[in-house]
C-alpha cells in the first residue's frame, strides 16, 4: 500500500486532543490496547478457536474505532487486517463481508492507492456489487464513494466501469419496482450516479449513462406521492442542484432541467414544490454566472427575458400556493429581484401584485415591498423609490374598500421612508390589514407628511 506525503489533519486529532485534555482519557494507549486485542481476534492465523459472532463483532468494532484513529498507521493496520479477512473468511458470510468491504474501503480513502493496489480494491467492489445480497451491495457503494470522494478526477477511473454497470442496471430495476427494494439502497445508488455525473463527465461524454440516469429520476419524481416517497424525491432535487453548480451541462440538458423544476414548483405538496423552488433557484443563479463569464448582448437580453418569466411564476406561487409555500417565497423574492433585476424592470411587477384584487396574501406582498425598497434604499436610489410612490400612488387611492386604500397607502409610505422610527412601525400595520380606525388614519398623516416633507420636497422644485 502506498502511502501519501501530505498528511490529512481532521477531526480524529482534535478528537484525541479533548479526550486528553478535558476527560484525561489517554486515547493512543486505548486504542494501541484495543487494536491489540482485535489483531489477536481477527488474524486468521491466531482465531481458529474464536466464535465466528465474536469476529463479527470485533470486525464491527474496529470500524467504529476507525472514526477516532489518529494517525496513518492505525488505517494502514485495519488495511492490513481487513485484506488478510478478505483472503480467507468465507465469502458466505456476508455479514462479516459487509464489515471487511467498507473496512478496507474506509482506509483506502485514506492512505491513497497505488497501481497494484487498483487492482486488488476494484476487484473487493465488484465482488460486492455482484453479491446477491442486498446488504453487501450497500456496503460496496457505500465503499466506492468513501474511495472516490476524497479524490475526484484523479487516477481512481478503474472504478467507473463496474460502477456505472452496476448503476444502470439497478437503477431501472428500482424504477420499475416503484421502490419495492430498501430506501437505503436507492439513495446510495443515486448518490453514485450524481457523484459520476458532477466529477467525471469527460470519462462518461461517449455513453449515455447522463441521458438514462436523468431519464430515470425524472420519472421518479414525476410519479404520484404514494409512488416516491419524500426522501427519495428531496435526495433526487439536491442531486440535480450538485449537477448544476458543477457546470458540466450542455445547454439543453441545462433547459430540461429548469423545465423540470417549473413543472415540480407546481404541484399540490408544499414540500415538494419547494424543493422544486431550490432546483429553480440554484439554475437562476447558476446561469446567472456562466452570463457573466462569457458576456454577449444577444445572450444576456435571452437570458433576461426567461429570467422574467422565472419570476413571473413565483409571484404566481405567493397567489396560489398555501400560505406556509408563499412565506418561503415572499422571504426569498426580494433578494432574487435585486440580483436579477433593475428598478424599472421590477417595481411595475411588485407594486401591481401588491395593489391586485386577487392576491390572497398582501400582507406578504407589503413585506416584499418593504425589502425591495430597503434594498434600493441601500444602492443611494431613494429618487428612484419616490418617483416609483409618486407614480403609483393614485392606483393606491382607487382601492376598495376605503379601509384597503388607506391601509395599502399606510404599507407603501412606510416603505418609502428612511425614518426609523416610521419603518419600525410596518409589522403593527400589517396586522392592521382592513381596518380603518382613528389610529389608521393617524399612522397616514404621520407617513403622508413625512414623505411630503422629507422626499418630495428634497427631489422635486416647489411646486
Not at 28 to 48: A, G, M, N, V
Request: net charge negative; hydrophobic share 45%.
Amino acid at each position: 500500500m502506498q502511502v501519501s506525503e501530505t498528511d490529512n489533519k481532521d477531526d480524529a486529532y482534535s478528537r484525541a486532543t479533548i479526550f486528553e485534555e478535558d476527560i484525561g482519557l489517554d486515547i493512543h494507549s486505548c486504542l494501541q490496547f484495543l487494536l491489540e486485542l482485535f489483531e489477536r481476534w481477527l488474524t486468521p492465523q491466531t482465531s481458529q478457536n474464536i466464535t465466528i459472532n465474536l469476529k463479527r463483532e470485533a470486525a464491527k468494532s474496529v470500524l467504529v474505532l476507525s472514526d477516532i484513529f489518529v494517525n496513518r498507521e492505525h488505517f494502514q493496520w485495519m488495511y492490513d487486517i481487513f485484506m488478510e479477512l478478505y483472503k480467507y473468511h468465507p465469502a458466505e458470510d456476508d455479514v462479516m463481508m459487509q464489515y471487511i468491504v467498507i473496512g478496507i474501503c474506509k482506509a483506502v480513502s485514506v492512505l491513497g492507492l497505488d497501481g497494484q493496489s487498483v487492482d486488488k480494491i476494484c476487484r473487493v467492489i465488484e465482488f460486492s456489487l455482484k453479491s446477491s445480497y442486498l446488504s453487501l451491495q450497500i456496503c460496496g457503494l457505500f465503499g466506492v464513494l468513501y474511495i472516490l470522494e476524497p479524490h475526484p478526477m484523479s487516477s481512481l477511473t478503474a472504478f467507473l466501469d463496474p460502477l456505472i454497470n452496476y448503476l444502470t442496471t439497478k437503477l431501472s430495476e428500482v424504477q420499475l419496482m416503484s421502490f419495492g427494494t430498501s430506501y437505503q439502497h436507492t439513495l446510495v445508488m443515486l448518490s453514485a450516479a450524481f457523484f459520476i455525473i458532477e466529477h467525471y463527465v469527460d470519462d462518461i461524454k461517449d455513453t449515455n449513462f447522463f441521458q438514462l440516469v436523468l431519464q430515470i429520476v425524472v420519472t421518479m419524481i414525476s410519479a404520484s406521492d404514494e409512488v416516491t416517497p419524500p426522501v427519495i424525491y428531496h435526495a433526487i432535487m439536491r442531486g440535480l442542484e450538485r449537477i448544476i453548480l458543477s457546470f458540466t451541462l450542455t445547454p439543453d440538458e441545462s433547459d430540461m432541467i429548469i423545465k423540470l423544476s417549473i413543472d415540480r414548483l407546481s404541484m399540490p405538496s408544499p414540500e415538494r414544490a419547494l424543493s422544486a423552488l431550490g432546483l429553480l433557484l440554484t439554475c437562476m443563479y447558476a446561469g446567472k454566472i456562466e452570463s457573466e463569464a462569457n458576456p454577449g448582448q444577444e445572450l444576456d437580453a435571452m437570458a433576461n427575458v426567461h429570467t422574467i418569466e422565472r419570476v413571473t411564476i413565483l409571484f404566481d406561487r405567493i397567489r396560489k400556493g398555501l400560505p406556509s409555500e408563499a412565506t418561503v417565497v415572499a422571504h426569498i423574492l426580494p433578494s432574487v429581484l435585486e440580483d436579477f433585476f433593475s428598478p424599472q424592470e421590477i417595481m411595475n411587477k411588485v407594486i401591481g401584485e401588491f395593489l391586485s384584487s386577487q392576491q390572497p396574501h398582501p400582507q406578504l406582498m407589503a413585506e416584499v415591498l418593504f425589502k425591495v425598497f430597503e434594498n434600493l434604499q441601500r444602492q443611494s436610489q431613494q429618487t428612484a423609490v419616490t418617483k416609483w410612490v409618486m407614480l403609483s400612488i393614485g392606483s393606491f387611492t382607487q382601492r376598495t374598500p376605503l379601509a384597503m386604500a388607506v391601509w395599502g397607502l399606510n404599507c407603501l409610505l412606510i416603505s418609502a421612508s428612511t425614518n426609523y422610527w416610521i419603518r419600525s412601525l410596518l409589522p403593527y400595520v400589517i396586522s392592521r390589514i382592513g381596518k380603518l380606525e382613528q389610529v389608521d388614519k393617524q399612522i397616514f398623516y404621520t407617513t403622508a407628511l413625512d414623505f411630503f416633507v422629507n422626499k418630495v420636497c428634497k427631489c422635486f422644485d416647489p411646486f
